[in-house]
């Protein structure tokens, strides 16, 4: 089982629409969660932290549950700019070192 | 991100040589890691290393190999022994402490021959 998973999608919606994405992971002993944004061929981009009570910045809001072991991300009202890869992102820290593990991503794309 | 210099940009590679990719920061992080993107992929670990003379596999080291001698240097060997190298190489660095951000370089695109 992979250590984090994410639906590839694509994803296809209207500007304007509401969408969802979730990501699994498996280690429960995972410290810290994030969202990152990828643009192709570019280096990812931190969209936000991801907090046990849930945080919310501006149209993208995202919620943590360490009982199920799933992160989530909302994007309200969609904008053409969204179109990009989203990154779901773990921190197993250890001991002596800090392992960042990457989902495989989960494509956007908003149309007119 | 500015501070993480990876070069080259573009780099080329014949069967069965050596190659290294060269990450230089100089944010005075503590952490440094990389990693590797295949089209339509996310990215996958490579190695990491939280302090000089200091490192740890990540998810797919077979093939790689790297050293942590300075700070401010993390370069990655790409060996013969890996088959299918190429791919678009990511280097990034995290303060030891408190902000968990990657900071990241704006990576490498390996091509073979």
């Known amino acids: 089982r992979k250590e984090v998973e994410q639906d590839p999608g694509p994803f296809n919606v209207p500007e304007g629409a509401t969408v969802a994405f979730n990501c699994t992971y498996s280690n429960s002993a995972s410290q810290s969660f994030f969202w990152y944004r990828q643009d192709c061929r570019k280096e990812p981009k931190l969209l936000m932290s991801v907090y046990s009570s849930g945080n919310e910045d501006g149209r993208f809001t995202a919620q943590l549950n360490r009982a199920s072991q799933y992160i989530s991300l909302l994007i309200r009202d969609s904008k053409l700019s969204d179109s990009a890869t989203y990154l779901c992102v773990v921190n197993l820290a250890a001991l002596s070192a800090s392992k960042i593990i990457f989902g495989s991503g989960t494509r956007l794309s908003i149309r007119p | 991100d500015g501070g993480i210099t990876q070069s080259p940009k573009y780099l080329f590679r014949k069967e069965g040589q050596n190659v290294t990719l060269s990450c230089e920061q100089n944010l005075n992080h503590d952490a440094m890691y990389w990693y590797r993107q295949d089209p339509g992929q996310g990215l996958r670990l490579i190695y990491y290393?939280?302090?000089?003379?200091?490192?740890q596999k990540g998810d797919i080291a077979e093939g790689y190999s790297v050293s942590r001698e300075k700070k401010e240097s993390f370069p990655l060997t790409v060996t013969s022994a890996q088959k299918n190298p190429t791919a678009f190489y990511l280097c990034a660095t995290k303060p030891t402490a408190g902000n968990e951000k990657l900071f990241f370089g704006s990576g490498t695109q390996l091509s073979v021959l």
């Open positions: 290393s939280q302090i000089v003379n200091d490192f």
